[in-house]
């Protein structure tokens, strides 16, 4: 079955960047996408398809895919970034599949 | 604005039943794929399951799932179901309806999940 790895956790100081990677076996052939899930709130897409924004989803949040590691980047990082953020893939065999999570932590 | 609500989540026991409904809004529900995630308590995101727009007529399921769940939908309800049989413990879990995006020019390499419900509570014990 097909595995997406994550960091457990990464920590960002107020107004810094943070980088979440998300590696898989090739995974730069794959679309990925990325959702962020807040306590008590809806799990909320930010990006699909490696590097695209839905509307409302701030220029703050870009993502790239390469090799075997995406990676979501959340620049000018805020309080309300604080979250759990999953990276996702579509595989032939195991279908839809999430990474282990990264919680996102605003020093 | 779009707007997925589940409900009939609760206490079970195990080997027993229980069906979980999304009642959907906001969007044409009747040619959108649909989709159940799952999230044990302090757990990462499981795909459970999805059903194909319109007739409904393809479906997938996790291994894990497979022979015990079934998903559907009432196109003229705009509702999702899932129903879940000879439940586990290993099944407690907030159960989410997630409404799927598939790329015209990808199929389900490009797809995604668009929006989210806020889940419902499914808790298997004796």
Redesign the interface.
């Known amino acids: 079955s097909y595995e997406l790895t994550q960091a457990l956790s990464v920590s960002v100081a107020l107004g810094q960047t943070a980088r979440i990677t998300c590696g898989g076996n090739d995974i730069g052939n794959?679309?990925v996408?990325w959702?962020q899930?807040k306590p008590g709130?809806?799990?909320?897409?930010v990006i699909?398809?490696d590097d695209n924004r839905?509307s409302g989803i701030p220029e703050r949040f870009s993502g790239s895919n390469s090799g075997n590691t995406a990676t979501l980047t959340i620049t000018r990082a805020q309080a309300g970034d604080e979250a759990d953020y999953?990276c996702?893939i579509?595989d032939?065999t195991a279908?839809?599949?999430?990474?282990?999570?990264t919680k996102v932590t605003v020093l | 604005e779009v707007h997925l609500v589940e409900s009939g989540g609760g206490l079970v026991q195990p080997g027993g039943s229980l069906s979980l409904s999304c009642a959907a809004s906001g969007f044409n529900f009747w040619t959108s794929a649909m989709n159940w995630v799952r999230q044990a308590p302090g757990k990462g995101l499981e795909w459970v399951s999805h059903i194909s727009g319109n007739s409904g007529i393809t479906t997938f399921y996790a291994d894990s799932v497979k022979g015990r769940f079934t998903i559907s939908r009432d196109n003229s309800e705009n509702i999702l179901f899932l129903h879940m049989n000879s439940l586990r413990a290993d099944d407690t879990a907030v159960y989410y309806c997630a409404k799927e995006e598939i790329s015209e020019t990808e199929g389900y390499s490009g797809s995604f999940y668009d929006y989210w419900g806020q889940g419902t509570l499914v808790t298997v014990s004796s």
Do not use: D, M
């Open positions: 794959k679309n996408q959702y899930q709130q809806a799990l909320v897409l699909y398809r839905p999953y996702q579509w032939n279908r839809y599949v999430f990474g282990t999570g």
